[in-house]
């Protein structure tokens, strides 16, 4: 009799750790555990996100309910911990902060509040949670965020210089952000924006690569890549106006300036002070180098087991049956590989027109490659791996020309430069 109850509590462990193992490998046991782990690292917010999402495919998972109520309370004491922190603080701009707080418990109170009833597994009792309305002090909030950042534009706005106007305008802006309309921030805005827009001329770079025109404008195209990639941007030219490459020679034919087709930092500091420009970019290319096209082979052999043929024989009951016959197979690939490249590297510099003074420099490459891989093979197909397969199936392509492929470096370079001149003026 013992023997068959140790039997029968076996059996009904294993039953259990069946169940609670089925649990666990399904979504929402997987959402559970997921949940789990980020309330152990103090990620309250993202345990009950992840306990929601599990209790709405399945409303009695009792491990789900038992965590999101420990979650919730301890992501509501965080959060209300933080706001009691910060309300008495003097940072100028804690009510960004105290924003962010509130509706973080705005979101975690929808979220539960959005959840399918919930019962005790036992006592059928509906699980309740302690529901907070924050929307007023959410709105208290972000009027004080909003004036925080009105004053500050205000205070901004009364002194001179374009960086200063430009992040008065950025300050009437962060109020907008809160309140739509906040009383004329708008109208402050596009005072501030017009008067903080940074002026910039993009000097057409010096070639010192000894390649002379031998690829053509490279300069000159470089430059309307560069401008065309910025102004296509409106982030980037909230507080920027480029000077056009027309405007730019046009001025330079009527004060005789780069006469022999080299403008130096000299002229090109001259040249903007004409056009009425902030700053002007400048830059060296030092070498263009490309690489001739090569192209290398190399041999492969391969072997497969594979069906060569059918033979009959007799079953265990003397029935005459048919099976497949095993065989090796062989076949020599020849993998070839194509390759060319170019790169054109230099070095820029940004100067604050008004004082000659150097605001920023770094070094640039630019690169352009190319590879191609294809292969021909003898002997039988079926001897050939996956790879090598993919290869055969490819046809040779010839290489990019020697213009094609610097020409590709230049365009590459022009990119790079226009991610760094947007944050610059972003």
């Known amino acids: 009799m013992k023997a068959y109850k140790s039997l029968l509590l076996s059996g009904t462990g294993l039953i259990l750790l069946v169940i609670f193992g089925c649990a666990a490998l399904t979504q929402y046991g997987k959402l559970e555990k997921s949940a789990r782990q980020y309330y152990i690292r103090g990620s309250y917010d993202m345990a ?20 999101i109520q420990d979650a919730f309370r301890a992501a509501v004491n965080s959060h209300e911990n933080k706001l009691a922190e910060l309300k008495p603080s003097k940072a100028k701009f804690k009510w960004d902060d105290i924003v962010s707080e509130y509706e973080a418990l705005i979101q975690l109170n929808k ?30 909030a972000k009027t004080n965020a909003a004036e925080a950042h009105y004053q500050e534009g205000l205070v901004l706005s009364e002194k001179e210089g374009v960086d200063i106007q430009k992040q008065a305008a950025k300050e009437f802006k962060a109020a907008m952000v809160f309140i739509s309309e906040y009383k004329d921030a708008g109208t402050l805005y596009e005072r501030a924006r017009t008067a903080g827009i940074k002026r ?58 780069g006469q022999t087709g080299i403008l130096d930092e000299k002229s090109a500091v001259e040249l903007a002070r004409i056009l009425g ?17 090569n192209t290398v082979s190399k041999n492969v052999r391969q072997e497969s087991k594979v069906v060569v043929g ?19 197979v062989n076949a020599t690939a020849t993998i070839y590989t194509r390759t060319t490249s170019a790169k054109i590297a230099g070095s820029y510099k940004m100067i604050d027109v008004k004082t000659a003074k150097l605001k920023k420099s770094a070094s640039f490459t630019g690169n352009s490659n190319f590879k191609h891989e294809w292969a021909t093979f003898r002997g039988d197909e079926r001897a050939l791996d ?3 397969s993919r290869l055969a ?34």
Request: proline content about 4%; overall charge negative; glycine content about 4%.
């Open 393 to 426: 199936s490819e046809s040779e392509k010839p290489a990019p020309v020697e213009e094609e492929m610097v020409n590709g470096a230049a365009k590459n370079l022009a990119r790079s430069l226009s991610m760094t001149l947007k944050e610059y003026a972003r």
């Open 200 to 257: 910039m001329a993009i000097i057409p770079f010096e070639d010192k690569s000894g390649k002379g025109r031998k690829y053509g404008d490279l300069s000159g195209m470089i430059v309307d890549d560069i401008v065309s990639d910025v102004m296509n941007d409106p982030s980037a030219m909230e507080f920027l106006e480029i000077i056009s490459r027309d405007q730019l020679e046009l001025v330079m034919q009527e004060q005789a300036l």
């Open 111 to 140: 979220v539960v509040k959005e959840l399918p009833t919930l019962r005790v597994k036992k006592t059928k009792e509906v699980i309740k949670f302690e529901i907070t309305d924050y929307s007023e002090n959410l709105a208290e």
């Open 310 to 328: 059918e033979e009959k024989y007799k079953d265990s009951k003397g029935k005459t049956r048919t099976r497949n016959v095993y065989g090796n």
């Open 277 to 293: 420009v902030h700053e002007i970019l400048t830059g060296k290319m030092t070498q263009i180098i490309y690489t001739p096209s």
């Open 386 to 388: 996956r790879d090598v």
């Open 48 to 67: 009950v996100f992840d306990c929601a999402r599990a209790l709405k495919i399945n409303p009695n998972y009792e491990k789900a309910q038992l965590l």
